[in-house]
């Protein structure tokens, strides 16, 4: 990869991620141009988030760690009790009392990585996007790697005894397009054999090639070259202008999101895109 363009750094930016390539345009803009590094790691995350990251890392403390079923739990459990977020605190409850379950689901359902390594960071190069897409691969050994997926319950209407309710994590039938898209990346950069797996606390369900057409060459890389499109867009952005208010001239903010906009800055934002 050549030098970094200058509008690449006059905005800080030395790589691309999946994470980023997901997001909203609009959202790209305000993160990833707006908000400094420091203040981008201050925007605050619910109690989904601090489920995943509890799950993951019980199961990869099991399957790369070595650990014992209940230390790991134990540590998913201390890891989601020191977790900042503070969304709701009836998810928090529900969720915490999910991690045992939902961490033993998914080593069971991994069994295969077993003994594998965990958090490989990877870079791949995309034809004419000049800087690469970076990321850090869940699982993998020598010959394949996985990425895994939580899926929590969605919180449902208050009950007549004025409990809240909570609707059972629902797994896809195929893998979702944003996730598809991050392992067509990390199989660009590593050529090993992708594989995709859900985890709920109730059930689990893992991807590959051999029971997954989206997981074959030709499916990921079409997914490979939309992530590829999306980067492009936002180059072309960044030679447009490194200015945000100028790239939030061009763009929609879409403030009704439902997820993206959900954090502490959302009043900034609202004031850069003069809302």
Known sequence: MSEVPEYFEAVQLHHFSPSQLNKPISN??????????????????????AFGTAVHGGIQAVLAGGQTPTDAIDAAILDFDFHPANESAEKREKFRGMIPDAVTVGFETLHEFAGCEEEKKVYAELQGIEVPVMGYIDLFTETAFCEVKTKAPRMGAIKKDGS????????????????????????????????????????GVIFSPEN????????????????????????????????????????????????????????????????
Not at 28 to 49: C, Q
């Open 28 to 49: 790209w803009i305000f993160d990833y141009v707006y908000l400094s590094k420091d203040k981008r790691r201050e925007i605050t995350v619910g109690e989904n988030a």
């Open 164 to 203: 809240r309710g909570f609707s059972k994590a629902t797994l896809p039938k195929k893998p979702e397009f944003a996730h598809l898209g991050q392992v067509a990346i990390y199989h660009a950069a590593t050529g090993l054999t992708p594989h995709l797996a859900y985890i709920s606390a109730e059930d």
């Open 212 to 275: 997954c057409e989206e997981l074959q060459p030709d499916k990921l890389g079409y997914a490979l070259n939309e992530m590829r499109r999306r980067a492009a867009l936002r180059q072309n952005l960044l030679r447009i202008s490194t200015d945000p208010k100028v790239l939030a001239s061009l763009t929609d903010p879409d403030f009704q999101h439902p997820f993206y906009w959900n954090h502490q800055f959302k009043d900034e934002a609202k004031e850069l895109w003069k809302i």
